[in-house]
């Protein structure tokens, strides 16, 4: 398999409105053609961290989706980042239920996505979202297996647990993680790596939402020895490519194999 080159875009966010941001990201992401396989966006990459559901969401037919799976086409790349979405409800009642999705879309047009599956109560996230029912790992490019995971899931380490069996090489976190809290942002990413021995990519947003929240970024790619690869100016808006190897993993956890020594354990959702 082969080294994977990754984008990460650590960009300021327009508050709830979708078309200045999509158009902000198309500008951003086009010099991009042919010069990495995987893009990864922050979370609610179309509106910032808002419970304004009902105005916002969209459902998966709706025009982020298309929007995705244009560019990744025209860019020959992977591109993810997680959006409101909306599913009906199947019962014939009234309503439904909104998800803050990772959405994953490849060039070939195919597509994917992963619910969140745990909500910051703090923010109330959880009286305007529906909780997602399962972790999932993705066969990305260039033959790598990756786990995506939004913002809070990150100070959960048991969901995000590298199993003996079913490995992944690849964690990643997309974040409106507020400044106020960044140092367990960079700590908690550092850690995943070491207890998962993988790659570990951060991406957080920057600037001010329309709360008054401050963001600082600190977006991180950190590598399973816990190196750090690459980072960011606290606040920087700025967009990066980091190559990550593959034979290093590959001969890191050859030699050094507490995955093969952990404790098996069921997961309950």
């Known amino acids: ?7 990460i875009c650590q960009q300021p966010l327009v508050w709830e409105d979708k078309a200045a941001n999509l158009k902000f990201w198309e500008e951003k992401l086009r010099p991009l053609k042919g010069q990495t396989d995987l893009i990864v966006l922050p979370e609610m990459f179309t509106t910032g961290f808002t419970m304004n559901v009902r105005q916002l969401a969209e459902p998966m037919d709706g025009p982020t989706v298309a929007w995705l799976r244009n560019l990744s086409t025209e860019l020959g790349a992977t591109i993810t980042g997680s959006a409101i979405i909306r599913e009906e409800c199947t019962t014939g009642g009234s309503g439904g239920k909104f998800y803050n999705r990772m959405l994953w879309a490849n060039p070939d ?5 992963y619910d969140k599956r745990h909500r910051f109560s703090f923010a109330e996230e959880d009286k305007f979202f529906t909780a997602g029912k399962q972790r999932i790992l993705i066969d990305g490019p260039n033959g790598w297996r990756v ?3 939004v913002c809070y899931d990150l ?3 048991v969901f995000s647990r590298n199993m003996k069996t079913d490995r992944y090489d690849l964690l990643i976190y997309v974040a409106n993680w507020p400044a106020a809290r960044s140092s367990a942002w960079r700590s908690l990413l550092v850690a995943r790596a070491h207890e998962n021995q993988c790659y570990v990519v951060g991406v957080n947003r920057v600037g001010t939402d329309g709360k008054g929240i401050e963001y600082d970024g600190s977006s991180l790619v950190v590598s399973p020895k816990g190196e750090i690869l690459c980072s960011f100016k606290e606040g920087e808006a700025a967009i990066e490519t980091v190559s990550l190897s593959r034979a290093e993993l590959d001969d890191f956890r050859a030699k050094f194999r507490p995955l093969d020594d952990a404790d ?4 309950k959702l």
């Open 147 to 149: 786990m995506p995971q």
């Open 264 to 267: 098996e354990f069921e997961l």
């Open 155 to 157: 100070r959960f380490p």
């Open 109 to 113: 047009r195919s597509f994917t996505w």
């Open 1 to 7: 398999m082969n080294d994977l080159r990754v984008t």
